[in-house]
């Protein structure tokens, strides 16, 4: 599943969780590469509907799938630029039209198995820092050290709103939760890959721990 000699920290939660801005910061203190497994199924979503493929079109999915490459660019103190096919879309793929219809494409098993090399292919020396909602359980299931995150909704609506509000999009705080409560409902429920922590996961609530407490407990697992 992955190189035994190559460290990986699978860190998986629910959206807004804090997976993104905690993952990144990992990696660029060892340097290691980094993963945002939500903009494949993001880009492949905004990438769908460049092409005008729906959500239910599995076998126009699977082939944008196939097609597709994906790379995360880490940046310190902002959010990781994504890059696909060659075009930088990280604000697109920030919307919640991407995020809603990367939910809805997500569980189907055909799409996932198109996914599922493509982030495989992303395990590359020194190391990898793997984000998403099966890093742990099934990606990278060998993975050295696997972290799950959660928050409230509340919390978690709270933080997706500002992000937003800082990239200018114009949201709603109320549709925001309603939005975050029914995709932690979908995600956990789903036969393919549920959100759920790996067995053998460290679980931390974010809820009520700043940025850095988070981050030095995630460092002294791996030190």
């Known amino acids: 599943m992955n190189n035994p000699v190559i460290p990986v920290l699978a860190l ?17 203190k060892y ?8 903009a494949i199924y993001r880009g492949l979503a905004w990438l769908a509907h460049q092409k005008k493929v729906a959500s239910d079109d599995v076998s126009g999915l699977v082939a944008l799938a196939d ?14 630029q994504i890059e696909i096919n060659g075009q930088i879309i990280t604000d697109e793929l920030r919307s919640d039209d991407a995020g809603q219809m990367a939910s809805e494409i997500a569980p189907i098993a055909q799409v996932r198995a198109a996914l599922l ?3 495989r292919r992303c395990l590359k020396a020194p190391g990898l820092v793997a984000d998403g909602r099966d890093m742990g359980t099934t990606v990278f299931p060998n993975a050295e050290y696997k ?53 053998d996961a460290i679980v931390l609530d974010t809820s009520e721990l700043s940025i850095d407490e988070v981050v030095t407990r995630i460092l002294n697992l791996i030190d």
Not at 150 to 157: D, G, K, L, Q, V
Not at 169 to 180: G, K, P, Q
């Open 147 to 199: 972290v799950y995150l959660t928050a409230s909704a509340e919390i978690r609506a709270k933080r997706r709103f500002d992000q937003l509000k800082s990239k200018g999009f114009d949201v709603n705080l109320a549709r925001l939760l309603e939005s975050i409560q029914a995709r932690d409902v979908r995600d956990s429920s789903r036969a393919e890959s549920p959100l759920k922590p790996a067995e």
């Open 117 to 119: 090399k493509m982030q």
């Open 31 to 38: 340097g290691w590469h980094y993963l945002d497994s939500g």
């Open 12 to 28: 998986d939660g629910p959206s807004g969780s804090g997976k993104g801005t905690i993952g990144q910061i990992v990696a660029l």
């Open 67 to 80: 097609a597709m490459t994906l790379v995360c660019h880490v940046r310190e103190n902002d959010v990781a």
